[in-house]
């Protein structure tokens, strides 16, 4: 069963826009949160994670995202996108069922247009 | 420099061969991370070691593949008689982790590709 859903495949954004990427997961307990970005060409980078605490989590490149319990929702966001920001990016879970391995979203494509 | 290192990055063979894949984890990380990754796809856990220990496998995992971590730090990831199926990118990644929840994120390498022809 897939416990992480991406549902935006491919998003097409020009320069300054604003950005939200959403991100579900199917799963009632405890949970550890990530996005992982992928640059053309490049390994899987750490963008921002969630642990505890303040459901507000700030990562690089002025990205952050929002833990939503309620909506199982773990939502990127940035106000105002960049060229450079053109890249895959992986929402992923750690599920507290004992298993400490990320179960990966499909992945958003986004494209920023100069 | 990732500090998580694979090789090959590349691996080009035939239906049938066998290859085998190198990972070279953070030297003081002791978890361990397989995963394959398919074109448009996010990556599919494989498989994973603490230390020494292969403590969980995929059913991805069929039985022409093996993965070891001799000594706790370097693994291979072997496949035998490859099929066209086989072909994607191998990543490996590795963490460190105190008990089983203790906080655990994970540092991926560059990938090996591997395409079976």
């Known amino acids: 069963a897939q416990s992480v859903s991406q549902h935006?495949?491919?998003?097409?954004?020009?320069?300054?826009?604003?950005?939200?990427?959403?991100?579900?997961?199917?799963?009632?307990?405890?949970?550890?949160?990530?996005?992982?970005?992928?640059?053309?060409?490049?390994?899987?980078?750490?963008?921002?994670?969630?642990?505890?605490?303040?459901?507000?989590?700030?990562?690089?490149k002025g990205f952050e995202a929002?833990?939503?319990?309620?909506?199982?929702?773990?939502?990127?966001r940035k106000p105002s996108v960049q060229w450079s920001d053109t890249a895959e990016y992986f929402c992923a879970v750690i599920l507290d069922t004992g298993r400490r391995a990320l179960t990966f979203g499909s992945g958003t494509r986004l494209q920023v247009q100069p | 420099?990732?500090?998580?290192?694979?090789?090959?990055?590349?691996?080009?063979?035939?239906?049938?061969?066998?290859?085998?894949?190198?990972?070279?984890?953070?030297?003081?990380?002791?978890?361990?991370?397989?995963?394959?990754?398919?074109?448009?796809?996010?990556?599919?856990?494989?498989?994973?070691?603490?230390?020494?220990?292969?403590?969980?496998?995929?059913?991805l995992l069929s039985d022409r593949f093996s993965a070891e971590r001799p000594k706790g730090s370097f693994s291979t990831l072997e496949i035998q008689r490859t099929e066209q199926g086989d072909s994607a990118m191998y990543l490996c990644a590795s963490s460190f982790s105190r008990g089983k929840s203790g906080a655990n994120v994970l540092t991926f390498g560059a990938g090996s590709r591997l395409t079976v022809l």
């Open chain 1, 8 to 60: 935006n495949h491919h998003v097409i954004l020009s320069e300054a826009a604003s950005l939200e990427l959403g991100c579900n997961y199917s799963y009632g307990g405890t949970v550890n949160l990530f996005w992982y970005v992928q640059y053309p060409g490049q390994h899987l980078q750490l963008l921002l994670k969630y642990f505890s605490g303040d459901p507000l989590v700030k990562g690089i």
């Open chain 1, 66 to 76: 929002e833990f939503i319990k309620s909506k199982f929702s773990f939502n990127l």
């Open chain 2, 1 to 59: 420099d990732t500090g998580v290192s694979q090789d090959p990055r590349h691996k080009i063979t035939k239906r049938g061969q066998n290859v085998t894949f190198r990972c070279d984890p953070i030297s003081e990380h002791n978890r361990l991370y397989w995963y394959r990754q398919t074109l448009g796809q996010g990556p599919e856990f494989l498989t994973y070691f603490q230390n020494e220990a292969q403590l969980e496998k995929s059913r």
